[in-house]
């Protein structure tokens, strides 16, 4: 039960974005108060924008007020839009409504009153659909409840809570630009709204993550269509790839491919020698390696990796050798590249101040330490060698992966909640 809990809080760490539930990383604007512009006269906000005083007599529909909030809910890249408000005092009548509503609704109706707005009324637990006729919903509610709204963008559909509890679903095929919106028409009725700052009531995060289940369910259901053999061989050659070659020996005798994949296994095993010698900062032994096993690569000096070697090189120099060796080395091996053009020169400004400095460690460019660095280039020589050999750069299975990730990052961008609510990483670890 406590691995439950530990794998369902890890699951919702940082997806709830105040009001709204969202795995994208973008830049999105979202409610997170109430507009004191956008609003009836009959209604005041408080400097922080989320408590609204009702003003008006609230005697006949005439006296209705409502506001919207400062921004509409995203369209995109949100799989749920949620948000609260506590009934500070009821007032007179009790005739309290909350909802949403789109731009071009008057504000002085409470929501779902007007077509293109959706509420809930407090005074007798109706739901309005857009118009001045409700129909039998949920609970009356009064001083002290907690109201919230729901939208679910991924189904479509739209529900209420009161005071922590779902009280079903109101609305369906939700679609369209709204924005949360509070009405009041009882005399001295005051609310209070909560876009995220302050923890719900309503667990929406436990809610959300029932959702992901449901819909990660549906997915893992979908029959892949493919053969074994042909799943077999895009694991091998990632294996291979990314040199984990014990591991693609282990595999490939597994499901009867080890003879087959004998060439490829040798040209994994070199490939991840050279590059574990580069991880290590032994360039020179690396450079000796490519001279035996890839003497083509390194007849060009025009070859990029072949540069950023070199490059790497100085590095490596940098952390023992004296200022005359590291400038002897430039001048010998980089001297060459300072007029191909704008790649190299970039990437010799990077290096070249390492003849500057007589301990690099405790200059402002001591980050050219770092192992990442090596990683980066130990990486990239690996793309090279694979693309020398007639391959891609990237093995199947990262292509397809990436090719996945593209896709849900547009369906999140171009659709509405869809591709919000699951992560690649989710299926793949489901």
């Known amino acids: 039960m406590e691995n439950e809990k530990v794998m369902k809080n890890r699951a919702r760490k940082k997806l709830m974005r105040g009001c709204v539930w969202t795995i994208s990383d973008e830049q999105m604007a979202y409610p997170t ?3 004191s512009v956008d609003k009836d006269e009959k209604l005041e906000v408080s400097e922080n924008g989320l408590q609204v005083s009702y003003t008006g007599e609230g005697k006949s529909d005439r006296d ?5 909030a400062d921004s509409p809910i995203p369209q995109s890249g949100v799989a749920l839009f949620y948000c609260e408000v506590k009934i500070v005092c009821e ?16 504000l002085n109706r409470l929501p779902g009153s007007e077509s293109h707005s959706l509420g809930y009324h407090i005074d007798d637990g109706f739901k309005f659909p857009g118009s001045g006729t409700g129909c039998t ?10 109201i919230g709204v729901c939208w679910n963008l991924e189904q479509n559909n739209m529900f209420f809570t009161k005071n922590g509890k779902s009280i079903g679903v109101a609305f369906s095929n939700v679609r369209g630009s709204y924005y949360p919106s509070v009405g009041l028409q009882s005399c001295g009725g005051v609310v209070l709204g909560n876009f995220g700052d302050s923890p719900f009531v309503f667990d929406i995060e436990g809610y959300a993550y029932g959702e992901k289940q449901e819909t990660l369910s549906s997915v893992m259901q979908v029959r892949v269509p493919g053969s074994f053999d ?4 895009i694991i091998i050659t990632y294996l291979l790839h990314n040199g984990y070659i014990e591991t693609a020996k282990a595999y490939a005798a597994d499901v009867g491919k080890l003879e087959q994949i004998g060439d490829d296994l040798e040209f994994a095993s070199k490939c991840k020698q050279i590059c574990d010698l580069v991880r290590r900062g032994e360039i020179d032994e690396a450079m000796q390696a490519l001279q035996t096993d890839f003497p083509s690569m390194l007849k060009d000096p025009k070859v990029k990796i072949v540069f950023d070697l070199k490059c790497q090189q100085l590095v490596e120099l940098s952390r023992t050798n004296q200022i005359e060796d590291r400038l002897a080395f430039a001048q010998e091996h980089l001297h060459e590249y300072q007029d191909m053009g704008e790649e190299y020169s970039k990437g010799l400004a990077d290096v070249i101040v390492l003849v500057a400095y007589p301990d690099l460690e405790q200059s402002p460019y001591s980050d050219l330490l770092e192992e ?5 280039v130990a990486e990239d020589l690996n793309q090279a060698l694979q693309v020398s050999r007639g391959k891609l750069g990237r093995s199947t299975l990262e292509r397809l992966v ?13 659709t509405t909640g869809h591709g919000a609510i699951l992560s690649l990483r989710d299926v793949l670890n489901g």
């Open 402 to 414: 990436s090719h996945c990730e593209e896709s849900l990052r547009d369906l999140r961008r171009y």
């Open 91 to 106: 007032g007179e009548s009790k005739f309290i409504g909350l909802g949403l509503s789109q731009k071009n609704v008057e």
């Open 230 to 233: 042909t799943f077999s061989e």
């Open 372 to 376: 990442s660095r090596r990683d980066k």
């Open 137 to 146: 919903y949920g609970p009356q509610c009064s001083t002290g409840d907690v």
């Open 64 to 68: 209705a007020a409502s506001l919207r």
């Open 33 to 35: 108060k109430w507009n």
